[in-house]
């Protein structure tokens, strides 16, 4: 008689998200219940490289234009792709530090020309158009003379040790920093909307599926305002 199969333990759902949705995401699979499923954050470029690698997982989450690429080349699921969020490009200041004048182009060039330091990241999205901005607005070299520019990550963390006297970067990555004060959006002229969408990994499991629709289902305006992020 053959021995009696054992029931094979089910492997949690695996997604690879980009940094802008973290405090949103974790919040939302802490409230669902159930397997949770394993996470990696990383910036939309750290996680593109990583599946170029050949990382894999059920749900990708990152950039339209990072999901597009990866759906051409068959990575992703065709027909699965939802679009979550938009998100702006914001400054943080440390706790009780004055909040600067970002009101217009010219006040923002102000500020980035007066600030004594500054901190923006090289990878993400906002990071990548902050230096092509401050290129268009005349002042790259005094701005990166003094500035710290991580590979990844937050900015808010330099800030809120006081490393640096203004943070840049998407305002839902500021907000999930303990302790630093949002001053706000970048003006009209000086922002960028970055859309955030999700789709599914080419092969991935029947669940993945369903919690795609459950997630998409419940990021309202509300939950979105409350971590910076706006609706689509």
Same mark, same amino acid.
């Given at each position: ?53 050949? %990382? ?94 991580? @590979? ?8 809120? $040790? ?24 970048? @003006? ?13 990994? %080419? ?9 795609? $629709?459950?997630? %998409? ?5 509300? $939950? ?6 706006? @609706?689509?």
């Amino acid at each position: 008689m053959a021995p009696p199969q054992e029931n094979p333990v089910p492997q949690p759902l695996r997604i690879l998200s980009t940094l802008a949705v973290m405090a949103l995401l974790r919040e939302w699979l802490a409230e669902a219940g159930g397997t949770a499923p394993e996470v990696e954050f990383n910036p939309t470029a750290r996680l593109l490289a990583r599946i170029a690698e050949g %990382a894999r997982g059920d749900i990708a989450i990152l950039t339209e234009a990072g999901i597009e690429e990866l759906t051409a080349s068959g990575v992703l699921a065709a027909g699965t792709r939802v679009d979550l969020t938009r998100s702006a490009i914001g400054m943080a200041v440390p706790p009780g530090a004055a909040h600067p004048d970002i009101s217009s182009l010219a006040a923002l060039r102000a500020t980035l020309l007066a600030a004594p330091s500054l901190v923006y990241s090289r990878a993400g999205a906002s990071g990548i158009f902050f230096a092509e901005l401050i290129g268009r607005l005349g002042i790259e070299a005094e701005v990166n003379a003094k500035a710290i520019i991580i @590979p990844q990550g937050f900015t808010a963390e330099v800030a809120a $040790r006081g490393e640096a006297a203004l943070a840049i970067q998407q305002v839902s990555e500021l907000m999930a920093v303990p302790g630093v004060e949002i001053v706000g959006k970048l @003006p009209e002229g000086a922002n960028t909307y970055a859309v955030f969408s999700a789709a599914l990994f %080419a092969g991935a499991a029947p669940e993945a599926a369903t919690l795609l $629709r459950e997630l %998409a289902a419940a990021l309202t305006p509300a $939950r979105l305002k409350a971590h910076g992020l706006d @609706p689509m």
